[in-house]
Protein backbone atom coordinates (compact mmCIF):
# COMPACT_ATOMS: atom_id res chain seq x y z
CA UNK A 1 0.00 0.00 0.00
CA UNK A 2 1.76 3.63 -0.61
CA UNK A 3 1.55 6.12 1.18
CA UNK A 4 -0.62 9.10 0.31
CA UNK A 5 1.80 12.49 0.23
CA UNK A 6 1.21 15.89 -0.32
CA UNK A 7 3.66 19.25 -1.05
CA UNK A 8 4.07 21.47 1.33
CA UNK A 9 6.94 23.29 0.18
CA UNK A 10 8.09 23.68 -3.55
CA UNK A 11 10.34 26.17 -4.28
CA UNK A 12 13.64 27.72 -4.83
CA UNK A 13 14.86 28.79 -2.17
CA UNK A 14 17.20 26.40 0.14
CA UNK A 15 17.29 28.56 3.43
CA UNK A 16 13.25 28.39 3.47
CA UNK A 17 13.22 24.30 2.38
CA UNK A 18 15.55 23.97 5.63
CA UNK A 19 13.84 26.10 7.79
CA UNK A 20 10.55 23.81 7.15
CA UNK A 21 12.21 20.56 7.69
CA UNK A 22 13.92 21.72 11.03
CA UNK A 23 10.38 22.77 12.15
CA UNK A 24 8.55 19.81 10.79
CA UNK A 25 11.72 17.54 12.92
CA UNK A 26 10.87 19.47 16.03
CA UNK A 27 7.33 18.56 15.16
CA UNK A 28 8.07 14.69 15.06
CA UNK A 29 6.41 14.92 11.57
CA UNK A 30 7.73 12.84 9.16
CA UNK A 31 8.12 14.34 5.75
CA UNK A 32 10.34 13.26 2.59
CA UNK A 33 11.98 15.44 0.19
CA UNK A 34 13.29 15.95 -3.34
CA UNK A 35 15.65 17.87 -4.97
CA UNK A 36 15.81 18.76 -8.52
CA UNK A 37 18.43 20.51 -10.45
CA UNK A 38 16.62 22.05 -13.25
CA UNK A 39 19.95 22.11 -15.82
CA UNK A 40 20.54 18.43 -15.82
CA UNK A 41 16.89 17.90 -17.12
CA UNK A 42 16.77 16.25 -20.82
CA UNK A 43 16.71 18.63 -23.59
CA UNK A 44 15.32 16.13 -26.57
CA UNK A 45 15.54 12.70 -25.82
CA UNK A 46 19.49 11.32 -26.88
CA UNK A 47 20.52 14.94 -27.60
CA UNK A 48 21.43 15.86 -24.18
CA UNK A 49 20.65 18.03 -21.03
CA UNK A 50 19.72 21.87 -21.39
CA UNK A 51 23.18 22.46 -19.69
CA UNK A 52 25.24 20.25 -21.92
CA UNK A 53 22.93 21.83 -24.95
CA UNK A 54 23.32 25.95 -23.61
CA UNK A 55 25.61 25.95 -20.93
CA UNK A 56 25.48 28.00 -17.75
CA UNK A 57 26.09 31.49 -19.38
CA UNK A 58 22.55 33.67 -18.17
CA UNK A 59 21.11 31.03 -15.76
CA UNK A 60 20.41 32.27 -12.70
CA UNK A 61 21.92 29.74 -10.05
CA UNK A 62 19.78 30.49 -7.52
CA UNK A 63 17.04 28.80 -9.51
CA UNK A 64 18.86 26.04 -10.76
CA UNK A 65 17.86 23.79 -7.65
CA UNK A 66 13.79 22.81 -7.26
CA UNK A 67 13.19 21.66 -3.32
CA UNK A 68 10.07 20.10 -2.28
CA UNK A 69 8.60 18.75 0.79
CA UNK A 70 6.28 16.28 1.09
CA UNK A 71 4.30 14.63 4.34
CA UNK A 72 1.20 12.37 4.42
CA UNK A 73 -2.11 13.51 3.18
CA UNK A 74 -3.15 13.47 7.42
CA UNK A 75 -0.53 14.92 8.66
CA UNK A 76 -0.79 18.34 6.01
CA UNK A 77 -3.01 21.02 8.15
CA UNK A 78 -0.50 20.31 11.39
CA UNK A 79 2.27 20.53 9.36
CA UNK A 80 1.21 23.39 7.78
CA UNK A 81 0.39 24.93 11.17
CA UNK A 82 4.13 24.34 12.22
CA UNK A 83 6.02 26.30 9.33
CA UNK A 84 3.71 29.51 9.49
Known sequence: MKLMTESIYIG??????NEIRDAL?????PYKHKVRNQDSEWFFQGKGTKRSQFGSIG????KAYEYEILVRKEDKARAEHEII
Open 12 to 17: HDMKRF
Open 25 to 29: DLAKI
Open 59 to 62: VDQD
